[in-house]
């Protein structure tokens, strides 16, 4: 997601490897590097100043941990200051109207219609009995409203607009009385793109805010702006007072200098990310996850979190006993599969994992997954239970089922037996991650929060 950024940091942090000690001089070299790491990614010129100026302090101050290699503590000083830097905790929205109202706002382009339904796709699933309304007050652009009424569509949310209204206030109140008198939990409202520098637009916006009286006023920024969105920020808190920010288009961006300058500059939230195209990705902005994912480090934070929301528990732990015990069956195989499935593409799951922020780079067939659950329907009960063995003949018949050939089968067998194996080993390679993770970095980089995967 940061490309260069990560890389920059990456380097640095390896041309530290091997100092015995933090002096000044190491120490400001690699402050420079940093802060240059921070200006190319478009970081705030005040907020990349004000950064290493706290590193730099504290990396030559008594903070650091002495039985640790420098590399690892500048490593956390980084993360560290970071993490601080972006809010420390999440910020989750604040509801406490009947109904509550959330209004979106920002420049043209940076995503406000799409998030919308994400946000109420977000709030849909986190809170299954309220009921959510959508009102369509973004006249400006052609097809906003035909747009918010086919992204509801897909999640079955009513879109509240009037046809051939040119005055947005008028729907926004028409909108706000609709979700009292019918019982709606919430009403979000979208906007229209506007500058900050358009006072007639602005003026406009302040009306609706206060037909509305919102309780979460989200500035929309496109992580692609960089700078010009922490400074258009600061512009609408002035006029609408934001509560807080929605960055979107991190997954397309290598720069990203938003994500970490906005909330310093407005001193207001960073609320939401979204992280790709799908209306299901929109995630709470974690603090925590962003810095590891800006350092490289993977993101087991949601990583986690996607688990627990599409994996049953008891079903979750049935298997786990089965994958230590390196007794699980081709079914199992499959079910594993379809979990997988639900929470995702195979490539953007890896990229969740420390170490491999570097996945981007290998092309993954998703259809191969397609292939391997054709071959596995197309056994026997016994075949897929393993109470016979997989012969040539068998393997023959396998391929002709799920049309695919001898080969394919071939491979899969191979994968299958490779995963057992590595099941085998996975209790020594637990304990032996465990005993590294004393050290605040296990030796290489942190997992998210300081945990290894299974102690969420």
Known sequence: MFGS???????????????????????????????????????????????VKRVKEKAIGDHLIKSVSPGQQFTKLIHDELVALMGSEESPLQLTGNPNVILLCGLQGSGKTTHCAKLADYLRKKYVNKRILLAACDLQRPAAVEQLKKLASQIDVPVFSIEGEKNPIRVAKEAMQKAKTEGFDTLIVDTAGRLSIDEELMQQLEEIKAVVQPHEVLFVASAATGQDAVKTAVEFDKRVQISGTILTMLDGSSRAGAAISIREVTNKPLKFEGIGEKIGDLQLFNPHSMADRILGM????NLVRKVQENIDEEEGKAFEKKLLKAAFTYDDYLKQMAMVKRMGSFKSLLKMLPGMSEISEINFDEKEFNKIEAMITSMTIKERTEKVELIPNRRRRIAIGSGTTIDDVNKMVKQFKKIKQFCKEIPGLKNQMKKSNKDPFGGKMPFAGGKMPWDF
Do not use: C, H, P
Not at 30 to 49: F, G, H, K, P, T
């Open 298 to 301: 993977g993101d087991v934070i």
């Open 5 to 51: 950024l990560t890389e920059k940091f990456q380097q640095m942090f390896s041309g530290l490897v091997g100092k015995k000690t933090l002096t000044e001089d190491n120490i400001s070299d690699a402050v420079r590097q940093v802060r240059l790491a921070l200006l190319d990614a478009d970081v705030n010129y005040s907020v990349a100043s004000n950064f």
